[in-house]
Structures are given as structure tokens and as C-alpha cells.
């Protein structure tokens, strides 16, 4: 089980953390992934982080946002600057292993002056 927390309201040029917390199972066998759903648009993968901790960005985000995780406590985070209105989406964390795939059920970020 996956579930997001730390999205809000925030102004352009602002700052979140997103949290994702998982159990029932070791987070370190997984690949994970933050993505993000605007209404009307398609889900697009926002950022992934790997196992090792090796990470990859979306062009739209490189620079503003900063994925990490922490193995041990079985948690992955999202940090993200420079906020602006386009950000604008429902955010969700993903976790693959192999042909698996869990999500969570996403947290509302919302950039808006």
C-alpha cells in the first residue's frame, strides 16, 4: 500500500514535499516513481528513483524537483521548487517491481496565485 501526503495550495514560485509512505513489503525491491494527472491531461511520470537511488526527471520538472527515498523507514519524497501553475495536478507514487505495479491514490497539488 502506497499513500501520499503533503500536497496543498501554494503560490507560483513556492515550495512542497510530497511523502509517500509504503508497507507490505521492503521498499528497497522496488523502483519508484512519482507522476502526476492534470485534468484533461494523461498521467506522466514526473520522477523516478531507483533502488540505488539513481534518479531521472521529466524535462518540465529538471532542476525544480528532487526525488529521493529512504530505504529504512520505507518511505519516498518529492521535493519540489519553483513551483508554478502548471504544476498543477493530482500526484501520485507508483512502486514496480518486475511486472508489478502499485500506486497510491494520489494528493492534490494546486500553483495558484
Known amino acids: 500500500q502506497l499513500v501520499e501526503s503533503g500536497g496543498g495550495l501554494v503560490q507560483p514560485g513556492g515550495s512542497l514535499r510530497l511523502s509517500c509512505a509504503a508497507s507490505g513489503d521492503e521498499l528497497r525491491f522496488y523502483a519508484m516513481g512519482w507522476f502526476r494527472q492534470a485534468p484533461g491531461k494523461e498521467r506522466e511520470m514526473v520522477a523516478t528513483i531507483r533502488s540505488g537511488g539513481q534518479t531521472n526527471y521529466a524535462s518540465s520538472v529538471q532542476g525544480r524537483f528532487f526525488g529521493s527515498r529512504d530505504n529504512a523507514k520505507n518511505m519516498v519524497y518529492l521535493q519540489m521548487n519553483s513551483l508554478q501553475l502548471q504544476d498543477t495536478a493530482v500526484y501520485f507514487c507508483?512502486?514496480?517491481?518486475?511486472?508489478?505495479?502499485?500506486w497510491g491514490r494520489g494528493t492534490q497539488v494546486t500553483v495558484s496565485s
Open positions: 507508483n512502486a514496480r517491481r518486475g511486472t508489478t505495479n502499485y
